[in-house]
């Protein structure tokens, strides 16, 4: 992401008081030029990612980087190449294509793949291990989930089904919803939209 940097501070560090004298050292010329893109604070250390693009550029890189969030994901700088304005390619790396664990607060036993996240939209597979599980959770996008292969279970509010080799299941927006395998394995695309 050209133009970008993450800025790293101590967890006890005042970051807004950092943040501006960071900017005068990568940007002495044009400190205005930078704006704020997000903050983490982990418990030890503060994580401020900085910008030159356009705010609607921004704008637009901020709301991917919470839909990931919400949907689990972790970001790494290099993911953020797809949005690059005024890239021209016609072929492009997809955002993460190897098999990855998720973080631990999105459940246990299934990896994930991101294809797709640009323009509101988001593509993902998760394979599952036998007895893996996706957390119980609400999201503020709807979803919804193909299963390609295997089988496995859902959790819609209140309901519960099977959910099996082409089948697919829509979580709306707000509402609940899990998804596991008991005995066996199963690979499924989950598209959402922002």
């Known amino acids: 992401m050209q133009g970008s940097w993450l800025v790293v501070f101590s967890g006890e560090a005042d970051w807004a008081a950092l943040v501006p004298a960071a900017i005068a050292r990568i940007a002495p ?9 997000s903050r983490e604070h982990d418990g030890g250390r503060w994580s401020v990612l900085l910008t030159r693009w356009s705010r ?19 970001h790494r700088l290099d993911d953020l190449g797809d949005l690059a304005p005024g890239d021209d390619r016609i072929v492009r790396p997809m955002p993460r294509p190897a098999w990855e664990s998720l973080p631990a607060r999105a459940g246990s036993g299934f990896v994930g793949r991101l294809l797709y996240a640009n323009g509101g939209i988001a593509l993902a597979m998760l394979r599952f291990e036998p007895g893996g599980a996706i957390t ?11 299963c390609l292969e295997g089988r496995g279970h859902v959790r819609v509010g209140d309901d519960v089904a099977e959910l099996g080799e082409g ?11 899990g998804l596991w395998t008991t005995d066996a394995p199963m690979t499924t695309l989950m598209f959402e939209r922002h």
């Open 167 to 177: 089948e697919w299941v829509h979580w709306p927006a707000g509402v609940m919803h």
């Open 136 to 146: 119980d959770h609400d999201a503020p996008q709807p979803t919804d989930v193909f």
């Open 56 to 74: 609607a550029e921004r704008d637009q890189l901020l709301d991917r980087l919470r839909a990931d969030w919400d949907a689990g994901s972790v």
């Open 29 to 37: 010329t044009d400190p205005g030029a930078y704006h704020i893109v």
